[in-house]
């Protein structure tokens, strides 16, 4: 069965700190995604990587940077925390080099209060 | 002071008939276009797609119409179920590019 993993439900940071969303995939796939949510915003992409150590800037980079060192986990850091990161943020991961044609899997996202 | 957030467009339907829920989408060009549904608590899962040389796809319950002359999407659920209260997303893609281009969502509220 199709698996992608955060590493929190819900997180509770300060403004100012620095703050790691981890994902994990387990089914081997090349793409992986973190997108932010917020309510009647859909979702907005944050940043992508389409291979290990290869990123590319989303929608709404700004205020975060990505880690791919492995393929099968992609790390978003927020480098400050500011209220305005406070969001539910989702990890996704895809097959192949169809970019945005192939299926996305999602995980079950990590809601982080900035306070 | 209060935030004011943006609400979702909600559809209400009674449990057993048909549900229709419609996107507008932005680009011309967009040629695949894709829907997940998004249980509460968990992240969106793929439901269907479509091709832009398609107009209709159908699926276990689910259909997808696609009219390119007024960009226009909808997902038809067959004999609705509580199972299928959720926020249904529509996206768009172009030319395989990796990004999708998402709606903000419609909730869907079965009614007993």
């Known amino acids: 069965d199709v698996k992608v993993t955060q590493s929190s439900r819900y997180l509770v940071k300060r403004t100012g700190e620095k703050v790691f969303l981890e994902c994990v995939q387990d089914?081997?796939?090349?793409?992986m995604f973190w997108y932010r949510q917020d309510p009647g915003l859909g979702l907005r992409l944050i940043y992508f990587?389409?291979?290990?150590?290869?990123?590319e800037k989303g929608d709404i980079p700004e205020g975060y940077s990505v880690s791919r060192e492995k393929k099968e986990r992609f790390s978003l850091i927020l480098e400050s925390a500011s209220t305005n990161q406070t969001s539910m943020y989702l990890c996704?991961?895809?097959?192949?080099?169809?970019?945005?044609?192939?299926?996305?899997?999602f995980g079950p996202g990590t809601r982080l209060t900035v306070l | 002071g209060e935030s004011v957030g943006l609400h979702l467009p909600t559809l209400s339907v009674q449990e057993g008939d048909n549900s229709i829920i419609n996107c507008a989408y932005s680009?011309?060009?967009?040629?695949?276009f894709i829907w997940y549904k998004q249980e509460s608590g968990k992240g969106p899962q793929f439901i269907i797609d479509i091709r832009s040389n398609m107009d209709k796809r159908q699926g276990q319950r689910v259909t997808v119409l696609l009219n390119k002359t007024v960009k226009h999407l909808s997902l038809q659920i067959a004999a609705t179920q509580p199972g299928d209260s959720a926020v249904y997303f529509c996206?768009?893609?172009?030319?395989?590019?990796?990004?999708?281009?998402w709606g903000a969502g419609t909730k869907l509220i079965i009614k007993p």
């Open positions: 990587s389409y291979d290990v150590k290869m990123k």
């Open positions: 680009n011309s060009a967009s040629d695949y």
């Open positions: 996206a768009e893609n172009i030319d395989s590019n990796y990004q999708l281009i």
């Open positions: 089914m081997d796939h090349e793409n």
């Open positions: 996704a991961s895809s097959d192949s080099g169809r970019g945005g044609t192939d299926t996305q899997y």
